[in-house]
Nanobody
């Protein structure tokens, strides 16, 4: 089970920090991802991190602005979002990958089997 928090309303150029806490004992065996879904858009992978935290992936449009990290001791994955833009407005979801996930396929939501409830991020211009 995943519990996400940290969304809210922020002006363009501002920052938000999303956190996701996982219950259970398998957190450290799974890659984790943050996805977002804007109005009328498909869900897209924003950032991903491998189970050991050594490799990350970012959507091109957020590179240099967002940072994903994880703390396996605390079962937590975090998304630091800086220099936010109105086009970042969306519901953000954390997700835990299936243990069978191949890293290169991690952009596919179907390779995740646990999802947080979503947290709304609204960036005003």
């Amino acid at each position: 089970q995943l519990q996400a928090s940290g969304g809210g309303l922020v002006q363009a150029g501002g920052s938000l920090r999303l956190s996701c806490v996982a219950s259970g004992s398998t957190f450290r065996t799974r890659a984790m991802g943050w996805f977002r879904q804007g109005p009328g858009k498909e869900r897209e992978a924003v950032a991903r991190i491998r189970k050991t935290g050594d490799i990350t992936y970012y959507l091109d449009s957020v590179k240099g602005r967002f940072t994903i990290s994880r703390d396996n001791a605390k079962n937590t994955v975090t998304l630091q979002m800086n220099s936010l833009k109105p086009e970042d407005t969306a519901v953000y979801y954390c997700a835990a990958a299936r243990t069978s996930q191949i890293w290169s396929a991690g952009g596919d939501p179907n390779t995740y089997d646990a999802w947080g409830q979503g947290t709304l991020v609204t960036v005003s211009s």
